[in-house]
Structure formats: C-alpha cells, structure tokens
C-alpha cells in the first residue's frame, strides 16, 4: 500500500493492523497531522449508508498530504497491477502523486485499475471530480464502478450503457457492480458478462 498516514496512536494503529494481516507498510509514510476518519451512518429504514469525513477539505489530515516525492517508482515498478481510489485524489498535493504513480505504471507496463469510489463532497467541485477521474479513465486497464457512481459521473442508468462509456475511453475491462445483485463485466473482445453475487 502507499498511503499517508498521521503521526498519530491512529496511524499507529493502522499500521500495526495492516502488518498484522500481511500487507506490506514499507511505502506508508507519516505526516504531521491527523490520521483521517471517516465515519458512516446506517440508515434504519433503506440500509443505505452516509458517509461523514474528517478530512480536506474541512480540516487538514495526512492522507492528503501524501506527495509526488513520497512515490518511488521502483516500487511500482515492481508490481503487475496499481490500484487507484477516486477519493485520493480529491486533493492537490495527494492528486499529484497518485498521477505521478499511473505515469510510472504506465510507463514500466503495470496496469492500472480505477474504482472511482465517488464521495461529491471531499471535491472542489462535481465538474473538477469529473475531469480527474477523465485523465484517470484514459490511464486506466480496469474500471470498477457501482450503478450508483455511473449515475452520478455519467448521468447513466443503463449498466450495458454504462460499460460501453468506459470502454469508451479504452480501458480493457469494465465493471458496473450492483452490490448484492452481482456485477456486469465487459471486455472490447467478449460480450457482456453479468456475474452473481
């Protein structure tokens, strides 16, 4: 993983959590602030989940302040596969290297995977979420994104619709996943595949 954390017990704990179930911490590094939280609601009527953030933009913490000197490419390198989440790169110094990391990929053959992992509010703006997750898209072998996220990116509630706007920008495959119902899968050489949970 690389991540930045906070010089914090949290961070701490995080740490020592990722260790303990194996997951190489070597690239986490910490920064002089909080570790952010992100606390979620359970509505007791829908199930559907609210998400509140202690983060930037309301309040400095660590994980946006991960910089382009924190990536080293020989570690990307060294990997079949760089998995990105939308919500890093809500924040500049924190998009710059993420968008450092994909250039290496890029660069050394890694594929990149993208799950937008769409939260409108940690972003300036609707219009400046969409133009990262753009650049990303046209970086992308592997986009993984829920009905709901292609509704809020793209306007689409059609999943086959859905999947053929992210081939569109020429990533191998695409994922539209409907959460408890499955996924659909895409592939510009196969047909549709809609797989069950």
Not at 57 to 70: V, Y
Not at 166 to 180: N, P, Q, R, S, T
């Amino acid at each position: 993983v690389i991540a930045a954390v906070g010089n914090d017990p949290l961070g701490s704990f995080l740490i020592r959590t990722l260790k303990e179930n194996g997951v190489d911490t070597s690239h986490v590094v910490r920064k002089n602030a909080r570790t952010t939280i992100t606390f979620v609601a359970n509505e007791p009527e829908t199930g559907e989940r609210t998400f509140l953030f202690y983060r930037a933009p309301w309040a400095k913490t660590a994980d946006s302040m991960l910089s382009p000197e924190d990536i080293d490419p020989d570690y990307i390198a060294s990997t079949r596969y760089l998995h990105l989440s939308g919500f890093a790169c809500s924040q500049g110094s924190a998009r710059q290297a993420i968008f450092k990391a994909v250039e290496v990929a890029k660069r050394k053959g890694v594929k990149v995977t993208f799950d937008p992992t769409v939260r409108v509010d940690v972003w300036d703006s609707p219009d400046e979420m969409k133009r990262v997750y753009d650049y990303l898209l046209r970086r992308a072998d592997i986009a993984l994104f829920s009905k709901d996220e292609v509704r809020e990116v793209f306007a689409l509630e059609d999943p086959f619709k859905a999947a053929r706007k992210l081939l569109g920008y020429g990533v191998e495959i695409a994922a539209v996943k409907f959460g408890a119902e499955g996924a659909l899968v895409a592939t510009k050489i196969r047909d549709y595949v809609k797989v069950s949970a």
